[in-house]
């Protein structure tokens, strides 16, 4: 019986050597697993340190999400860090690739900074509670005219309160190559609170994750945070070539970024 034991201990490793598609479902099991443990962990910190509901608890989620990478065996490469350096509320937009986005997001977090995300998040256990507990601002994404009360509700919460908004304007996850046509509740928010914008961009995962093909290697990803676009004076009419100005620069960086990448590790064979 005790022999038993040891083919499960003797069986992980073996498959994680010889099987990819093993340490695909391996680290995504990992992945979801741990951060729904350490989401527990959080909520009684989050409930001591802030009574409830609070930005502030972002914090408490960022201090104890850092390490996952390590786990993971990816590393993150950032650039352009001044421009963080911008006093009062801004809206940050990001590209969106998968659920590791968090850990890049985590990593370059700024203080007073939370998401907007999808309203479903909410259901997903210990997480969607720590999630509310962020702060984080859930909007139904198949109906429109909420998404837009909840922008301008947002852009006066984030005046209000002096906060920092992220936002995925693709809207979706997207692991194709390039970045999907930007949806427009981020500019909006941006316009009607008149505060900047702050792209950040993340770089191709393909170099380490396919999903289709279920790869998860170890890798590199490069975070390039590029400077502020102003939206002072800017009304709604303006909303639509801010989105084409951001969609433009993002688009750059991420081809620049991500040949860098693939040159220095080569990509995946599929």
């Known amino acids: 019986m005790d022999a038993l034991w040891m083919i499960p201990l003797l ?16 680290k995504k099991c990992f992945y979801v697993a741990w951060m729904m443990l350490l989401a527990l962990l959080a909520i009684p910190l989050c409930i001591l340190k802030s009574g409830g509901r609070d930005v502030e608890n972002m914090r408490i989620i960022r201090t104890l999400v850092r390490h996952v990478k390590y786990f993971l065996g990816l590393r993150f490469e950032v650039s352009g860090w001044e421009h963080l350096q911008t ?7 990001s590209n969106h690739q998968s659920s590791l986005d968090v850990l890049g997001l985590m990593e370059i977090l700024p203080d007073r900074c939370t998401m ?21 601002v859930f909007i139904n994404r198949k109906k429109t005219s909420d998404a837009k009360s909840v922008m301008a509700d947002a852009a006066q919460t984030m005046l ?14 997207n692991q194709r190559g390039d970045l999907l046509p930007f949806k ?40 390039k ?35 860098s990448v693939a040159r220095c590790n080569g990509p995946l064979k599929h």
């Open 160 to 173: 209000d309160e002096q906060i920092r908004l992220w936002v995925f304007p693709e809207g979706t996850r």
């Open 11 to 26: 069986l992980v490793p073996f498959l994680m050597w010889t099987s990819s598609t093993f340490v695909f479902y391996f």
């Open 116 to 136: 907007i995300a999808k309203k479903e998040l909410i259901y997903a256990g210990t997480v969607g509670l720590i999630c509310w507990l962020g702060g984080i």
């Open 184 to 223: 427009k509740g981020a500019f909006h928010l941006a316009v009607q609170a008149q505060v900047p914008i702050i792209p950040v961009v993340f770089s191709s995962y393909s170099n380490f994750y396919l999903r289709k093909e279920k790869q998860f290697k170890s890798g590199t990803i490069r975070l």
């Open 225 to 259: 945070i590029l400077p502020k676009i102003e939206t002072k004076g800017l009304t709604s009419e303006d909303v639509t070539s801010l989105s084409d100005k951001s969609f433009d620069v993002m688009r750059s960086a991420f081809m620049e970024i991500s040949d």
């Open 87 to 93: 006093e009062g509320p801004y809206v940050i937009i």
